[in-house]
């Protein structure tokens, strides 16, 4: 590229920036902490594109769905309209609608971020007393002479007793930790930091260092990582990414299997899914400036079997009834034993399991929403292939899981997929309109989860479905066919660029009504054992990628939830996340998860004698309501 | 090979057989445990040789020399002549003058054996009450149930704590071992053998499995290692073999520098070392029908750098002053870590170092040796490239390290070589005549440490040598040169199939003088520190390889012990080898090699102000005395 080409185009590109309005106006959106600067009178929904935060707008911003919707923090915009108060709770605006008049800080709930962005954020936040179980002294050695010949080990640990107060930990050596510090003593003038857990000394770093942990939660099907700054609790970086076992089967049982192949086989999947973790923390690492080799503790969460396959545990016992953990305490090991590349002595503490179905996950989640001291009747559920159910009531703590099968992962879906961008994540009819929003505003190529769900109530909601899931011929002009091969048009071929039709089929209503059945059944089996019914539920928490994705007025319409007020639930996004982070700041945070796991009453639902009356009783689709943002109340 | 040949070989390999002598008597050798059948009349001599016990016999069985004493335990032999009365002490007989008549079984005294298989055999054993610090228990657990789901490893600690007493150990699990667990569980009807180790499952296997255990030295030049039934306390197997780090550098230092050309280097060094570790565990096993998995729990000592290199710890600081080790206190850490491949979860256990020159391979020989407890005045050596000292009095040790270079390993000898087939082993001179054995009788290709130091003692006996070590010219026919050049012909070219001469030099007296004085001048530095005179040690005890094989006239010959009664001194055998097992058997040994540790009072050598004129006056070569089997009583 020549000089003179070079002066052309950035000339250019200097005109362009010097041609923006200069009276601009800041609007911050929480907790995502993107900006944008906008002219005054922009829309919020406009403003939020700008800051590249991907606000849901099914109708396109034409102020009718009500997924865009956002809560005002600070400063002013223009007041609603009576539609919009029509369509969005009392505290809320539709972003599509509100202009901006000052700088303005927004609150932007998950439930309004598309998929993609959404893996990345927080779940909820409760605040912690930072005591994380890893601690770090700085310590002054004097230096050996002739008549001072203390091995290094012995100098160390006397150094430590004579602190004030002694510090009477540390008689324990971490190898890796005892090989690195001879030469990290000498060069760094005999003045160093060592990080101690329990009664070892875990690492050693020049004095001042900060230490990092990590905390992780392994989904099935998506990994989940926080890089946290433990002398101050700050929370660096945070990412997701695809469990890289899913190269070797979809679900749990697919991994059992492939793992029950063979040593090598189990070896496999754990080494695959070591790599990932170790690439992601890399990654996270990289993100602020550090390295692998400075995170000095790990918390792990995940279900029962990605818990087994991360500690490479035998998971045959796990395929088989009565589907028993080979651990179910929580436990500590080294990094270095799972192949993981941090500091030498880096810990890995996991939170304890429950049962063969309810995993570490589950407790995690439990802790980060409180459930085990909640005052209130409280369901908490995280929803995935495989769905924990918690309720509390009184001081107890039952659970259970239930197999809602992967059709919200768009998995035995005609024109299911993933939530990726192209997938058709809401969808609102009104009338005869079909209007639908697709991640990233690609062109369609097929349906996630909550695009499915929405499909599902809406179709129930305008009548084109029964009760029972039959659709309707002649009901709707996009409803097409026959009998088992009926089929509901959501997005015909060439629409928005659509390489093809998008269908919701007879079979696709089927997947969802088994899939929201058996969580459903979970939900109304432990209200049985514990006498309860559903309107006493005070507070619903969900939580899990899919949980807080999902619109819960959906879920409702399609009697997944028992019908409650939506004021009644919460979306926490990746409760699981949260917890391991707890466990990662906390050292009572470990204890109360222990608790936790300990107080559980574990209810084994497949046996359960009224457990298949209640099932088919769950599948049904509930008659529509007229309200679409309120489930009727009993 | 056709069938009829096979027929013909084997018609004559039974035809060899068959024709063996009638009457038959039995000579048992101990504690080699090797047995010959013999004809009435026949010399020990002789039955030692057809048992493959390579007895000493540097007269060639002329009944003079000495060498080849033995004591008879059962059995009737012919009596002693008056001339073997004056070659040998009350209570042995010399095997070549000995003849069977009965079945006899004879104790052969490690000085008695050629050096290869003395290498092989048995350091003296202390009786220890068994006590190992891994236990094991049978347990039987009820298998889950679907009213019963607790995990496997819940299962068995209550299963631990319901024995009779309970066992409130086993709180943890060794990662190794819990994998193994839920697969053991069920594939033996949930009835387990499980090992413990202070509070933590490290193995599980099949119920009533015997353990096995696993004590090693490992030396500059040697590793010694000994197969232990944890169970019994009985020693199955033990085998030598050279330190595959040789290739690396002969010493210490030369090891030393290696590793600190670079982290790969200090790596190779390791895995080499371990790799032979790992070699020989399994050439132990299969010798018994075992499985190196089978291993449960190692001991491992070796002087400070070999027990940093096995451990991968830096090395750097023991080359330079004031020599300070990584690490002084015993440690434990999983084989793992190290890269052996035993049981999963086996244990290695370090004896602690007492200084950067004097480790935890001489702890434990003071505990093998007694030394710790002994009530008489005792000093004990560790003879090697570096010899160790320690002097017992009143309570106290006193120890230090000397350099006494590796002339005693045939190293710096200008005809020398290690101990092995060839080497002449054992010198007499009497008068002109020279005499001399070579190991295995092979022919003479070089002259190893106990040959060299036979050699000077002898020259020094007739007159040859100076007490400066200057060697004569014109003292003896074999005596060629002058000046520098001066030389003994020990083996002419062609004598006995010898390939060349084998000559004693000037130098090589030197090297011897360096040698000897260093260990000498040890000793009486030790002797100053603690207030006594060389005629107050009431026992001296020899340990090591070379200590153990040389002739204790000889080193008394050339100084390099202070001049005390024979009686004084006791060869042991791999002392350092002996402690190893004691602490692999006996809890309560490992307690006191900590002890030990602590005690002694390391006095170090190179910076005491009489060391130089000390060492000065060891050089020189005492006069000689009449009696070649006592030294002169002050």
Redesign the interface.
């Known amino acids: 590229m020549t000089d003179k080409l070079v002066d052309e185009l950035t000339g250019d590109l200097t005109g362009g920036l010097t041609g923006e309005p200069t009276d601009e106006l800041t609007v911050d959106f929480e907790p995502l902490g993107r900006r944008a600067r906008v002219a005054r009178g922009t829309t919020l929904l406009e403003a939020a594109r700008q800051a590249g935060v991907g606000l849901n707008a099914v109708c396109g911003g034409a102020g009718t769905c009500g997924t865009c919707r956002v809560r005002l923090v600070t400063g002013a915009v223009t007041p609603p309209s009576e539609a919009e108060r029509d369509v969005v709770a009392e505290g809320f605006r539709l972003a599509c609608r509100a202009r901006v008049l000052s700088d303005v800080r927004v609150d932007v709930p998950p439930a309004s971020i598309t998929a993609p962005q959404r893996a990345q954020i927080e779940g909820l936040e409760r605040p912690v007393e930072l005591d994380p179980a890893v601690r770090s002294f700085d310590v002054t050695l004097a230096p ?3 008549t001072d ?6 100098r160390l640990r006397e150094a430590l007793r004579e602190q004030s107060p002694p510090l009477n930990g540390g008689g324990r ?1 971490d ?1 890796g930790a ?2 690195q ?3 990290l003593l ?1 060069e760094n003038g005999w003045h160093i930091r060592i990080v101690i857990l329990n009664d070892e000394i875990i690492a050693v770093a020049p004095a001042g260092a900060a230490l990092l942990g990590l905390a992780v939660d392994i989904g099935t099907t998506k990994v989940a990582a926080y890089l946290v700054n433990l002398e101050s609790g700050e929370m660096l970086a945070a990412a997701g990414t695809m469990n890289p076992q899913i190269a070797y089967g979809e679900d749990v049982m697919a991994r059992i299997a492939y793992a029950m192949a063979g040593q090598a086989q189990a070896r496999e999947l754990q080494r695959t899914l070591v790599g990932g973790l170790d690439d992601l923390a890399g990654e996270l690492c990289a993100r602020v400036g550090r390295d692998s080799a400075e995170i000095v503790e790990v918390v792990l969460v995940g279900n029962t079997c990605m818990h087994h396959l991360v ?4 998971v ?2 796990l395929g088989l ?9 929580s ?1 500590d ?1 080294k990094a270095r ?1 799972l192949g993981l590349r941090f500091a030498p002595g880096a810990n890995v503490h996991l939170l304890p ?1 429950i ?2 179905f309810v995993g570490a996950d589950h407790v995690a989640m439990l802790l980060a929403t409180g459930l085990h001291e909640t005052h209130e009747i409280t369901v908490g559920l995280d929803i995935g292939t495989n769905t924990e159910i918690s309720l509390a009531v009184d001081g107890r703590i039952l659970s259970c899981s239930c197999a809602s099968g992967p059709a919200f992962e768009g998995a035995h879906i005609h024109d299911g997929m993933r939530a990726a961008p192209g997938a058709v994540e809401r969808v609102r009819l009104i009338g005869e309109r079909v209007e639908y929003q697709t991640i990233d505003d690609a062109p369609p190529v097929g349906i996630c989860g909550s695009g499915i769900l929405d499909g599902v109530a809406e179709l129930r909601k305008i009548g084109v479905l029964r009760g029972n899931g039959a659709m309707q011929p002649g009901s709707h002009p996009r409803v097409r066919g026959r009998g088992k091969d009926t089929g509901f048009l959501l997005v015909p071929a060439g629409e928005r660029e659509a390489p093809r039709d998008l269908v919701i089929n007879r079979k696709d209503v089927n997947e969802i009504q088994l899939a929201k059945g058996a969580i459903r059944a979970g939900i109304d089996m432990l209200l049985e054992e514990a006498g309860l019914e559903a309107e006493q539920i005070e507070r619903v928490v969900v939580a899990g990628a899919f949980g807080t994705y999902l619109d819960v007025g959906s879920a409702l319409a399609v009697g997944m939830f028992p019908p409650l007020s939506r004021e009644r639930f919460v979306q926490v996004g990746n409760g699981a996340g949260s917890g391991a982070k707890l466990a990662l700041l906390s050292r009572r945070c470990r204890r109360v998860a222990g608790e936790i796991a300990r107080r559980v009453e ?1 209810v ?1 639902l497949t ?1 359960h004698p009224h457990f298949v009356a209640a099932y088919t009783a769950a599948l049904m689709l509930p008659e529509p309501t007229g309200n679409d943002e309120e489930a009727p109340r009993p």
């Open positions: 050996p002479s002739l010949l203390r091995a290094d080990a012995t050596f190898h005892l090989c510090l001879p030469i000498r500690l490479g545990l035998p045959k016992q009834a009565p589907y028993v953990p080979a651990l179910g305490c436990y090991l034993e399991n049962a063969g574990y084994e046996t």
